[in-house]
């Protein structure tokens, strides 16, 4: 099978980090895909850089349907521009954010998650209620580390996530991790051997998922607000978005 795996934002660098994790976990006659936009934001830290990724994100998914692609991960914690990309591609779509609280929800009672920055705090506490995990998740933590800070071995930014850590296991009584930012990625194995609890990354986790969808022939249900967009022009540079 086919899975692209898509970074809303532009750094290259993240790309090949977040695919190499999915390839690690993916089954031997998965192919990953991962790609990235080329228009929008180098880090994606809140509502307003959201806004700015959707656009190149969802050029991505377009493209990679025509290219046969089974599935598609959006590889951004806040589940970038989901509900869209859903409705407008023809292979399911599953977001990291979801797939990590998922996969969390079935190994622990309460979990805790750790992102980067406090902007992206009320995002993903949006998402939880949305996708009605509110009430398992212990709290939403950020270790203020910037999302580009994570492409670079800093000690420091591990040192302040893993400070969370503690504190999430210390202070909110959780029984499990997830990540909260596809650029942590690569730590989730260190994290969980350093605290001695179930640290979940959302790449592996999307990867898994989907391949679970393929494989048991499950897609998007068209029969509601995933339903495809209805034909009308987009003018501009969004021209290219008409359905």
């Not at 750094?11 to 980090?17: C, F, G, I, L, P």
């Not at 599935?71 to 589940?79: E, S, V």
């Not at 990590?100 to 998650?113: D, N, T």
């Not at 730590?187 to 640290?199: Q, R, S, T, Y």
Request: glycine fraction near 8%; charged fraction near 20%; proline fraction near 5%.
């Amino acid at each position: 099978m086919r899975l692209h795996v898509v970074n809303p934002n532009t750094t290259a660098s993240m790309t090949a980090k977040i695919a190499a994790a999915a390839r690690s976990v993916a089954l031997a006659d998965t192919v990953i895909d991962a790609r990235q936009p080329a228009m929008g934001p180098v880090s994606i830290e809140g509502f307003y850089d959201e806004a700015f990724a959707v656009p190149g994100m969802l050029g991505c998914i377009r493209e990679a349907d025509r290219d046969g692609a089974d599935a598609h991960i959006i590889a951004c914690f806040d589940d970038t521009g989901l509900d869209a990309a859903r409705a407008a591609a023809k292979a399911p779509v599953i977001g990291i954010g979801e797939a990590g609280f998922h996969l969390a929800s079935l190994i622990a009672a309460r979990f805790a998650v750790i992102t980067t920055l406090g902007v992206s705090i009320v995002p993903i506490e949006h998402n939880l209620r949305k996708y009605g995990l509110a009430e398992r998740c212990a709290r939403v933590r950020a270790a203020e580390v910037p999302v580009l800070a994570l492409e670079e071995r800093n000690i420091d930014a591990l040192g302040k996530i893993s400070a969370e850590i503690t504190a999430a296991i210390r202070d909110d009584r959780t029984e499990a991790i997830v990540l909260g930012c596809a650029g942590m990625a690569d730590l989730a194995g260190e994290l969980a051997a350093a605290h001695g609890l179930p640290v979940v990354d959302g790449v592996v986790a999307a990867v898994t998922l989907g391949e679970s969808l393929v494989r048991l022939g499950l897609t998007t249900s068209r029969l509601g607000p995933y339903a495809a967009p209805r034909t009308k022009s987009y003018s501009g540079p969004f021209s290219q978005f008409q359905p």
